[in-house]
């Protein structure tokens, strides 16, 4: 159980396009999603906080009009980057957060890889 | 500051060998904690997760993790490692007060045959 999907996996855009990335919960509904960003032998960076039915919440320093996300449902939350560019070539992963009793834990996306030319 | 530090950026290990990778944390009280694994090609996969109780934590694959609050640590260990365990390693912090992770940079196992 706890399936996390993304698509596409990875994606080739021109630059000055758009491109939309999905994650869906497959077999759970999650009322947050993370989105992540991982550059080359770097660690997670946590771009927004996805929370179903309101606005995301977005990390200093990310430009939330460049990567619209929305939640609309239990199970799917959207990441669109905008304009895209070059540097915003890079692995796009999700997260959804799921509680277990006293605990909780992150469930991932298999990542999409994003190639802006 | 909340802070995770995994200091080493590599690891080499012989197939069969014992394993230790570390982990520091700095946060104003205890700590959530986990290790999760990356294989190319793959999502973050949960190895183990310390929220309270025994300071000895069992996870999947015959790995295991040691919450020492004195030091500040959370060591992932297995006994022997396998080819197939050659993957990317983190370990993270999960904040209580809004369930973010904190992530350190991650330790790189390689495998020798």
């Known amino acids: 159980g706890a399936v996390v999907s993304q698509h596409p996996s990875w994606v080739i855009c021109k630059s000055g396009t758009s491109v939309k990335i999905e994650c869906r919960s497959l077999d759970f509904q999650a009322t947050t999603m993370f989105w992540y960003r991982q550059f080359p032998k770097q660690s997670l960076m946590l771009m927004a906080t996805?929370?179903?039915?309101?606005?995301?919440?977005?990390e200093q320093g990310v430009e939330k009009d460049k990567f619209l996300i929305n939640h609309a449902s239990l199970t799917l939350s959207t990441l669109t980057v905008t304009s895209a560019h070059p540097e915003d070539s890079s692995f796009y992963i999700c997260?959804?957060?799921?509680?277990?009793?006293?605990?909780?834990?992150?469930?991932f996306g298999p990542g999409t890889r994003l190639t802006v030319t | 500051a909340q802070s995770v530090t995994q200091p080493d950026i590599h690891i080499t290990v012989s197939e069969g060998a014992s394993l230790e990778l570390r982990c520091n944390y700095s946060?104003?009280?205890?700590?959530?904690l986990f290790w999760y694994v990356q294989s190319p090609g793959q999502g973050l996969q949960l190895l183990l997760k310390?929220?309270?109780?025994d300071t000895l934590v069992q996870g999947i694959k015959g790995f295991e993790a040691e919450f020492k609050r004195s030091q500040s640590s959370f060591n992932l260990r297995k006994p022997s490692v396998h080819w197939s365990d050659a993957a990317e390693y983190f370990c993270?912090?999960?904040?209580?007060?809004?369930?973010?992770?904190?992530w350190g940079a991650g330790t790189k196992l390689i495998i020798k045959p």
């Open positions: 310390y929220f309270s109780g």
């Open positions: 993270a912090v999960g904040a209580r007060s809004n369930y973010q992770l904190i």
């Open positions: 996805s929370n179903e039915g309101s606005k995301a919440t977005y």
């Open positions: 946060y104003g009280a205890t700590p959530y």
């Open positions: 997260s959804a957060r799921v509680f277990w009793d006293l605990s909780y834990e992150q469930y």
